[in-house]
Every structure is written in structure tokens, then in C-alpha cells.
């Protein structure tokens, strides 16, 4: 079954910010991205600078320098997940939903759709507000325990009803961070391509009467580049995603192997436990009747507590004989 993928950045300074919506809102050049499938994204928020200026809005006037001014929230699936007929949306609606609940719709300000990259993905900004009015992303991402908890709230209530897991909780498979996800998509790839002697030659930019120019060598290579990147990215794309998947697979399968060994071990705890107990009964209970049993309890129980109450006696005692002994040595001449 395929797993449901959530990821979490901070992001501290308006630098880091906008280089992110950059990204989102493609106003800079995306290589694992497919032009011709621009017009499938969505956006809620009208532009980069639009949700720029609703982060600063959402900001407290007064804050620490290092605070984490907005989390991006990266939120996608096993690409086996994005069959025929499934683009995702349901799925996004839900993550949606659950990012408003969980932070507050107004903290939630920006959510865009991406479907010109080989798996859709939903990314998220979220100006992190907690319940006392402060800026705080430590109360929804600080320590192991927060994001282990987050992760498996995730996958109950959003990932479940759209037929995701979640990964093994406890599983020491290592996290991919949003950069090394895109990281992965954006590797270069070359297998069996054929370039023609045609598309090696410079290119006529500007004809005139009696000269013309034609391409730089560097401008050969750009153009080649790129040729060459449209042709082979989305193989590329499938299969570094497929070998980071792949990874995250053999992880959590060792961490799987490791919990049933524990299981067992408890499984022999518990039976060595459960021996002993037919023991005492055999040796206490058995061939008494109920109500002789009863009996057999309540006066177990009376003689607890008789012992409980001669213990705490002979403390009282010990501490009213201490001070006595203390006065005779300190008055003897």
C-alpha cells in the first residue's frame, strides 16, 4: 500500500521565504517541472507577494531574531498512489482541512497544487500562532516525540481516508527534508538519446543585409542542456524518487523486524508471568471453593494491612526513642 508523505521546513527570514514561492508560484526556473502542464497547478493565494504580505500581516510586532517566521508545509504520496484517474484531490482537501484545524484557517495562508511535476504534491505556508497569540513553532514541531505524534495524526485522519499508511512509528528510516525531495527531482539524466548533427550547429539569431550572428558556443551548450533535460527528466524524476522510496522501504523494514523480536520477548515475559500466577494458585487456591477462595483473599488482605500498620508502629516508636537518647549524651557530665 502506498504511504502518505509529510514534510515540514522553517523558514526564518523573507529571504527564505521568497526564494520558496519562487518556486511555488514558478516565477523562477523550475527544471523538474513541465511547462506544458503549468495551467493543472492551483493556487490559494493570488500570487508570491500576495502571500508574502499575509505572512507579515499574521507576524506579532515584537519577536525573537531567530524565530521561525512561517513553516512550509511539503504534503504528497507514493507515487504508485497517482494512478489513472487519481489526481490527487480528494486527498489534498483533506490535508487542506486538516492544516486549518490544526493551525487556525487564518494561519494558514497560502496552499498551492502542484501537477507539472512527475508525482502531485500539495505545499503549504503557515504562519505558526499558538494558542496564546505568540509566534511558537516548538509547540507544533519541537523534539521527535511533536513530529512522530504529528505524523501519525496525519495519517489517521487525512492519509487513512484516501487509502495511504503511515510509515512504522519508531522506524529509524531517515527523514527527507523538502530539499533533498526536490533534490532528488531535479538530478541530471542521460541514457539513450540520439542529437542530430543539425541540432549541434549554431542557430541564426539576427540576420542582416550583409552579416549575421549566430549562436555562442555557451549558447549551444544551454540550448542542448536543456534539450536534453526535456527529453530525460521525467525518467530521472521516477527514478530518484523511486530510489529515495526504496531506501525509506529497506529502513522500515529492519525497524519492523526489530519490534517483532520485542514482541517475542514480551510474548515469553508474559507466559513466564502467567506460570507463575497457575503456580500460586495450584499452591494457594486450588481445591478450595469460591467461597473459601474469597476468604483465602480477604485475609491476605487484613494481613497486609496489619503489617503495613506495625511497620509504620515501630517507625513512630524508633523516632520517639531518637530525641531521648540524644538529650542523655549532651547533659552527661
Known sequence: ?????????????????????????????????????????????????????????????????????????????????????????????????????????????????????????????????????????????????????????????????????????????THTTIRQYYRALSQPDFTHGRLSPAQLAPKVLEKRLLSKTVESPEQIADRVTRSVQRYYGPALQQASTATLEHKRAREMAATAKRKALEAQSLRERLEEVERQLKAYQALFLDGLSPDQQQAVIEHAGTLRKQNAHDQEQAVQESARRSPKRRSVLEFSP
Open 1 to 173: 500500500m502506498p504511504y502518505a508523505i509529510l514534510r515540514t521546513a522553517k523558514l526564518k527570514s523573507f529571504g527564505e521565504i521568497g526564494g520558496s514561492l519562487a518556486h511555488t508560484y514558478r516565477t523562477r526556473q523550475t527544471p523538474n517541472a513541465d511547462p506544458t502542464r503549468a495551467h493543472l497547478n492551483e493556487h490559494q493565494g493570488e500570487s508570491a507577494q500576495a502571500v508574502s504580505a499575509a505572512i507579515r500581516a499574521r507576524l506579532p510586532d515584537t519577536r525573537r531574531a531567530d524565530a521561525v517566521l512561517c513553516v512550509e508545509y511539503f504534503i504528497g504520496a507514493s507515487p504508485e498512489f497517482f494512478g489513472p484517474g487519481e489526481d490527487g484531490s480528494r486527498y489534498f482537501e483533506r490535508a487542506t482541512a486538516w492544516l486549518k484545524q490544526r493551525h487556525g484557517a487564518e494561519n494558514v495562508v497560502g496552499v498551492s497544487v502542484h501537477r507539472d511535476e512527475t508525482s502531485p504534491h500539495l505545499i503549504a505556508y503557515v504562519v505558526p500562532i499558538d494558542d496564546r497569540g505568540k509566534l511558537n513553532a516548538k509547540h507544533f514541531l519541537g523534539g521527535r516525540s511533536k513530529l512522530s505524534k504529528m505524523q501519525t495524526d496525519f495519517a489517521a485522519n487525512v492519509g487513512a481516508s484516501v487509502g495511504l499508511e503511515r510509515g512504522i512509528e519508531g522506524s529509524k528510516a
